[in-house]
């Protein structure tokens, strides 16, 4: 017994510093990609889209490092001629750091972005490379649960003829919440 105690306490100190959170996740929340147009020394006007994000994380290197993908749309309901709507299919590297039950992140992802036909009358779908780079923090609420805030740079590289157009889809910043499962 006695040979065995070094051993259990190992076990117990172990759990306890890295906090027995699990390491993969699985979130699902509310996403709001906006832009800025029109930038003057005297006016700043903001246009945004809102939507849904989804993504799983799996790690690689334990805690430290994990490859996330990442699925999300937007829509913009303006007038029944203009009402872009946007999907993200995106995958790349997350790093992140256990603070007790939460976890601060970083990540960097590459894919694609598919632009719907219904976006101007005279415009047809379109699909483009697109890029987040953002970090967050899962605020712990259990062992399993999280709530999940982030905060990305988000861009696509649209061609467009039309000026107007390429400012409302090619996005700079995502900011997203909602609540992620760890398993």
């Known amino acids: 017994m006695l040979a065995a105690a070094p051993l259990c306490m190992r076990a ?9 959170v ?14 800025t147009y029109n930038p003057t020394a005297n006016h700043y006007a903001v246009s945004g889209m809102n939507g ?17 993908g990442d699925v999300s749309g937007q829509y913009k309901n303006e007038s029944p001629q203009f009402n872009p709507k946007t999907y993200f299919f995106l995958v790349g590297p997350q ?5 007790g039950k939460s976890t601060l ?8 972005a598919h632009l719907t036909s219904s976006a101007l009358p005279n ?4 699909n483009t490379f697109a890029v987040a780079v953002g970090a967050g923090l899962d605020l712990g609420m259990g062992r399993h649960l999280a709530w999940r805030i982030t905060g ?3 861009n696509t590289h649209y061609k467009a003829t039309n000026q107007n157009f390429n400012e409302i889809t090619n996005s700079n910043g ?3 919440t909602g609540p992620v499962l760890r398993f």
């Open 95 to 99: 790093v992140g750091f256990h603070i």
């Open 152 to 154: 990305d740079y988000y």
């Open 22 to 35: 699990p390491n993969v996740d699985l979130y699902g929340g509310f996403s709001y990609v906006f832009n």
């Open 52 to 68: 849904w994000d989804a993504s799983l994380k799996i790690p690689i290197f334990g805690q430290f490092l994990g490859i996330k």
């Open 174 to 176: 995502r900011v997203s």
């Open 123 to 126: 415009i047809r779908s379109d």
């Open 105 to 112: 992140f970083a990540h960097g992802m590459v894919g694609s």
């Open 12 to 20: 117990q100190s172990y759990e306890s510093a890295h906090g027995d």
